[in-house]
Each structure stands twice: as C-alpha cells, then as structure tokens.
C-alpha cells in the first residue's frame, strides 16, 4: 500500500486579499485619528508660540506609530512594502520642506520653529530606529539598509550554500 | 470655520469611498456584500461596541442633559457596563447558533428558534424602525448641529441630503464589510476627539470650572446629587420632579434601557457576521465597559460644564483660537451620529433584504442579483431617510423616541433563546405585545396618539420617573415568567431542548461560577444604578461613621460613580473573561437544524399578491392551472377566459 501523499491546503488569494484589506483597514484607522489630532495640535503649536503643542504634536504621531507597530505583532505582519516607501517619503518631504522653511522663513519664525520641529523629526526617525532595532536586532536592522549586501540580483544567491544572502 | 468643515468631510467620504471600492475589487462571493462572508475582522467589531453603545446614549443628547441636570445625568453612563455585559452574553450565545445551526440573521434565529413568523416580523419592524426613523432623528439632528456651527451656510435639509448621499454610495458599493471596515475608524475617530477636546479646552481656556467649581446648572437642580430613589412625578408634560429627572429608578431604567441597542438588529446581525476570537472580550471589558463608560463618566461633566450654550457655542469659542479645534468640537458630534445613521440603515436594510426580499418574495434569486437587489434597495433606504429626515423631523423624532424600549422588549426572546429553554413562544410572544403597549403609552407616540383621538391621560412621559423601557419590560418579564409557567410541558419545548442541549456542547461557563456572577451582578447593579446609588450623594464627603467631613474637592457623588465604573469593569471581565463569555472559537460539531427546511418556493399568499401587481408569467399558468383561476390579473382576455373543466366532473353517476 503505497503511502498516502499530504494533502496541500492552498491559501487562497482570496482569503490573501481579505486579510490583507483588514489589516490595511485598521491600520488607516489608526492613522487618521491620529494624523487629525497632529494636525490640530501642530496648528495651536503654531499661533500659540508654546512648543508643548509641538511636542504632543509629535507625539500623536508617534502613539500612531506604536499603534501600527502593536497591530503588526498583534496580525504577525510587518510593515509592507507600500508603508515603507509612504513613511520614508513623507519623512523625507517633511525633512525637506523644513530645510526650506529654514531657509526662506523669516528669521523670527525661524528662531521660534527650528529647534520643537527639527527635534520632533529627529524623535521621529529615533522612534523608528528603536522600534527596528527591538524587532529585528542589530544585526538584521543594519542589514535592512546594505545595499551594498544586497547587490547580487540573481535568484541562486539566496540559496543557503550559496550564503544565502538577501 | 465652515470652509473646513466642508474639506474634513469631503476627506471622509474620500476615505470610505476608498475602502468601500477596494472591497467591491476584492473578488469575493457576491453574496459576501450582505453578510461580509461571516468573517467582520475582529478588531471593526470590537471598536464598534463602544461605539454603538454611546449611539444608544446619544452624545450630543448626553452632553446638554449633563449641561442641564449635572451629574445626575452623567450617572447614567454606568449603563454602559450593563451594555458591555449584554453585548457580551448575547453575542457570544448568537455566534453559536448561527454557526450550529446555519442561521444567517436575527430574525431568522429567533423565528426558528420559537418556529415563529411573527417574531421575525416584529423583528422586520424594528429594522425599519431604526433604519428609518431612528436614523433619521438622528441625521436631523446632526444636520441641525452643522447648519448652527455653519452660521446658515449649510441649510439642515442640505446638510440632510449631502450626508444622507455621502453615506449612500459607499454602502451601495461596498455592503456590510466595506461600511464596518469605515465605521470602525469613525469610532476610533471618537475615542480620540472626547478626550482631546476636554484636554484642549482645559489648557486654553483655563479658568475655575467643574470639578474644582459647582457644575453652572438651573436653581433648583441638584447638580451633585441624586434627588432620590422614586419621586411621586406625572410624567414629563404633567409636572416638574424636585432637583431634577434622574432619580435612581430613573437612571436604572435609562441605563437598561440602553441594552435596546444591543437587542436591535443590526447589532445583533454585526455579532452574528463576526469572526471567530477574542473580539467580544476585548470590545466588551476594555473599549465599552473601560473606555468609553470612563469617558462618560469622567470627561464628558468636564466638557459639558464649558457648553452651557450647546456644542456649536463651544466650537465656535476654540475655532476662535484654533480653527481646527473648533471643528473638532463639530465633528464630536457629528461623527457619532452618522456612525449611528450608517450602522442602522445598512445593517437593517441588508437584514430587511435577506429576512423579506430573498426569504419570501424571490427564494430563487442568484448571488449576484442579491447583491444587485441589496444595492438598490439601500438606495432607496437611503433616499427615505433623507426624506424623512429632512421633511419630517417631528415625526421621527416621535417614532424614534420607541424604537430603544421596543428594542428591549425582544430581550425576553433572546434571553429564552440563549439561556432559558423555558421561556416559550406564546409567552414571549404576549410578553412582547404588553410590553410594547406598555412603552408606547408612557412614550410621545401613545399620548400624542390617544390623547388626540381620545381624552387626556393623568400621565404624561416617563411618570414616576420611570423610563418607558423600564415600564415595558417589568411587564412584559411577568407576562413571561407567568405564562412559561403553564407552559413548561407545551408541545414546542422538544425542538427547545434539541437546540439548547446542542449549545451546551459551547459551555462557556460553569454553574457554581454563573451563581456567584449572577450575585455580584445584581449587587453591583443595586449600588452602582440601583437604589443604592442615593448612597453616593454623601458617601465620601460626609462619611456616616464618623462626625468628621472629608475634603475630597470633587463631588462625593462623581467618586461614587468612579468607583462603581472600576467595578463594572471586573464585572464585565469577569463574564467575559473568565467565564468564558467573550471568546469564540470555531467548532467541530456537526450542525443542527432548527425548525422546518428552507424553503425555496414563495408562499402562496404572497405569489398571488405579487401577480397581481406584476402578472410575472404572461397568464401563462393561469391557463394550465384551473386552480389558481381566482387570482385576478391584468389582463382582460384572462379576465373572461372560463377554467377548463372536465365534462361530467361532480356529477352522480348512475348505477347499473
């Protein structure tokens, strides 16, 4: 009697895609709540002069960013692809349009705003790196930025005997 | 402040008519647009009970009653406990049996359970009631907030129609899991605002308000207090009650009266299309019975007592400051009413479609004409609600003042169905008519109604400071013990006892446990709503055992109310958690049938109706069939078209 083969339970795409908009569903609910609240608490940073609205400002942001952090140990997910490229660009665009600011601003709004917002954005990137190095350690964090590593676009080079790099 | 009104809400519509497209591009099963293929993600659900529960409450209502009454008023969000404890029990019980017996609503649940029509006929009714109504009560009011926060720019009837519309189309693309999945972020959206708006008013306008001063409320209300357990009151309309409304058989009785909201369709049906987990506890203990109960408790006095011109009046004073504050203090409000508005139209429409539409009127449709059919008929749902929103505000407001007690009224049913295999069909049956009666003679409709055709009544709304659900349903749990009474042995008991030795085989529980629970839950309810809540006017600012007075500097009542709130919540742990309440999980068993099977063949009471009006099939089996020659159709050369008869037939014949 020849044994019997396992059966193979294909995950359908369907269920794939479910999932995968329930997951991206909740994380837009954590975000915009949190976004609308920044927004607000930026804006009273702003005409208020007081850089505790900057500070809770930022900390919306980052509550938010806790928020997506628990929802992905909560659904075993990380960040996708899409999140990556939108946080960093944002990162980006805020970095670079608060360079700008510094340089076109007038001095007075300048002396007023560069040190809450430049910190906010630098608390803003040492949240991420934290978070990346409680998640993945040292050593595999690093590896998310080396390019240089990860330079051998062929498939046979994630082969284990082959180092398995990537 | 008006211009960003309009681009915030235009942000939204953007934000659910994203999801509700990216769920249409799913590819799912077209039936999956009505019942999101009984798998809601656990987390939409469990945000969506607390905010459900404050929907029951009515935000912008509770923040001008507290505005009025003081805490008094506030103490009523203790009921969100009961809530919590409600949600948790009822849903964990319907999951079951949908999933054991293939029940796809709450209507066709019970109506099995109790093999009745007329239960799920009364529960069509109250989904047309809350969707319509209900709702649109609601929307007028919500409209009513923008056009004052707007100065006019925005008109309530357009206000009506605009979120009436916006709301329309993603519903119509989406169905129940793209509304829930936007539905879910709207409540989160709540969480933050409360808190936020209490925190940032108090750091920018600052001065000397509750808790540190007296609550600024009418001479003559006890704004700090309870006044009393029962007061000798005709009713509102009738007289004025001494220090105010909310004695504590008032608070009780509003306070299970807000377990409406988790008897109402829609709710149910949210439960029953939930997948399995942990959603029940985590929604229950945590976000209803924690969260959104503190809220109430703790920061809604703290805004009310800055708003004694309303919300607009409020938004108004931080748009001054900071704009987008102001519109904040808008979207407190109205949020949570559309929330409520496109919880109750979709869920009831999509129960109406599946309970009426495909049950009885079209059994044969495919999956993807019941898509079709669901879709237009939220359209139309939506267009009544408009409608009636915008053109009859007086009498939703009427119809909408029932719909919370007539809700509770089902509660005896559900507890039958769930727990109590005693409870019988014709007791819950005379239960419900009593109750209902009940409620609508101590509610505006009844005595707008009777005293209209008829004389005036010595009673006017709530009297005795009762709550109308209050009044219904003593009657009606009597009618019920009573009659199951003599009905311990009825024929139907066989079919009960199938079903509920079927979900024992689910025991969440153990009876030793469920004794003690059942104690301390009625302990709790004595102190924390119950009469013994007079107990908290002075309990800690004037201590019975000792001469000495304590100088809390809040209210002694307000720590009483904290103190319960703590205890409600490991109340609601307690059920939920440790007995096992708030967990679902998927089972092996094989399932049941309750009841006849479905059937997939129009009653014929309801085919002749429909022929009459439509003449679907040409006349075509009106001519084969000499017994269906009485149904009069629209066409006259049928009309005179004798049935063929066969020669001879009733005749005697003749013996040989």
């Known amino acids: 009697m020849t044994p019997r083969r396992p059966v193979k339970i294909a995950v359908s795409d369907l269920t794939t895609s479910v999932q995968r908009l329930d997951r991206h569903a909740l994380i837009m609910a954590i975000w915009t709540p949190a976004l609308f609240a920044a927004a607000v608490l930026f804006h009273a940073g702003y005409l208020y002069e007081n850089n505790w609205w900057f500070v809770s400002s930022f900390g919306a942001l980052i509550i938010a960013f806790c928020g997506h952090v628990i929802a992905n140990a909560v659904l075993r997910t990380g960040f996708t692809a899409g999140e990556t490229a939108l946080g960093s660009t944002l990162l980006v665009a805020a970095t670079l349009a608060f360079l700008v600011m510094i340089l076109v601003a007038p001095d007075e709004l300048v002396s007023r705003l560069q040190l809450p917002i430049g910190l906010g954005l630098g608390v803003l990137v040492l949240v991420v790196a934290i978070s990346m190095l409680i998640s993945f350690g040292p050593r595999r964090s690093f590896e998310k930025f080396d390019v240089v590593r990860d330079n051998n676009l062929r498939a046979a080079s994630r082969l284990p005997h082959r180092g398995g790099r990537r | ?656």
């Open chain 2, 1 to 656: 402040m008006t211009f960003l009104l309009v681009i915030i809400f235009g942000l939204m519509f953007v934000y659910a008519l994203y999801f509700a497209a990216q769920t249409a591009r799913l590819g799912s099963k077209p039936g999956d647009f009505l019942n999101a293929g009984m798998a809601l993600p656990s987390w939409s659900v469990m945000f969506l009970l607390p905010a459900i529960g404050v929907a029951a409450l009515g935000l912008e209502r509770q923040l001008l009653l507290v505005t009025r009454y003081g805490l008094q008023a506030s103490h009523v969000a203790i009921g969100l406990v009961t809530v919590a404890v409600a949600g948790v029990l009822i849903w964990n019980r319907l999951w079951v049996a949908t999933r054991l017996a293939s029940l796809r609503t709450p209507g066709e649940a019970l109506g099995r359970y109790y093999d009745s029509i007329a239960l799920r006929v009364i529960m069509l009714g109250l989904c047309v009631l809350f969707a319509l109504p209900y709702s649109a009560h609601i929307l007028s009011q919500a409209a009513q907030l923008l056009e004052t926060a707007t100065g006019g720019t925005i008109s309530r009837s357009m206000a009506v129609w605009m979120c009436a519309i916006t709301l329309a189309i993603p519903a119509i693309i989406g169905g129940w899991r793209g509304t829930i999945l936007v539905l879910a972020m709207q409540a989160l959206f709540l969480a933050v605002l409360l808190p936020g708006i209490m925190l940032f008013g108090e750091v920018v306008l600052g001065g000397d308000m509750f808790p540190t001063s007296p609550m600024p409320t009418a001479d003559g209300i006890f704004w700090d207090r309870i006044p009393g357990v029962l007061q000798a009151y005709g009713g509102v309309g009738k007289n004025v009650p001494t220090g105010g409304i909310f004695t504590t058989i008032a608070i009780s009785s509003t306070a299970i009266s807000l377990v409406g909201i988790m008897c109402s369709p829609a709710t149910l049906y949210l439960g029953q299309t939930t997948k399995n987990g942990k959603a029940f506890a985590v929604g229950g203990v945590w976000l209803t019975g924690g969260l959104a109960a503190g809220l109430l408790l703790l920061v809604l006095p703290v805004v009310a007592a800055r708003m004694p011109d309303g919300l607009a009046g409020y938004a108004n004073v931080l748009a001054d400051i900071v704009p987008l504050a102001g519109v904040a203090v808008i979207l407190l409000g109205v949020v949570g009413s559309l929330l409520a508005v496109s919880f109750f139209v979709t869920g009831g429409t999509l129960i109406l479609f599946s309970e009426l539409v495909h049950t009885y009127l079209f059994p044969k449709l495919s999956p993807a004409k019941q898509r079709f059919g669901a879709r237009v008929g939220l359209g139309i749902a939506f267009f009544f609600l408009g409608l009636m929103a915008a053109f009859m505000p007086f009498v939703s407001a009427v119809f909408a003042s029932v719909a919370l007690p007539l809700a509770l009224q089902l509660l005896p049913a559900i507890v039958g169905f769930g727990f109590m295999r005693w409870i019988s069909r014709g007791a819950v049956l005379a239960g419900i008519v009593l109750g209902s009666l009940m409620v609508i003679f101590t509610e505006p409709l009844g005595l707008i109604l009777f005293e209209g055709l008829f004389v005036e009544l010595p009673w006017g709304r709530w009297p005795l400071t009762i709550h109308s659900a209050g009044w219904g349903l003593t009657l009606n749990l009597l009618i019920v013990f009573l009659s199951s009474m003599v009905t311990l042995k009825g024929p139907d008991r066989y079919q009960r006892d199938r079903f509920h030795n079927e979900m024992a085989a689910h025991p969440p529980t153990s009876m030793g446990r469920q004794g003690l629970l059942w104690a301390l839950a009625i302990l709790w309810g004595f102190l924390a709503y119950g009469p013994g809540a007079v107990l908290g006017n002075f309990f800690f600012s004037d201590p019975i055992f000792t001469d000495l007075k304590a100088m809390l500097g809040v209210p002694s009542l307000w720590v009483w109310q904290s103190l319960f709130w703590l205890l409600g919540v490991v109340l609601v742990w307690w059920v939920a958690y440790s007995a096992g309440f708030g967990h679902t999980h998927v089972s092996e068993r094989k399932p049941i049938r309750l009841g006849l099977p479905d059937s997939t063949r129009t009653p014929d009471w309801i085919k002749s109706g429909l022929k009459r009006v439509v003449n679907r099939n040409g006349g075509d089996e009106i001519e084969g069939d000499p017994l269906a020659a009485p149904v009069r159709v629209l066409r006259s050369d049928l009309e005179t078209r004798q049935p063929r008869v066969k020669p001879g037939r009733g005749k005697i014949k003749s013996r040989k």
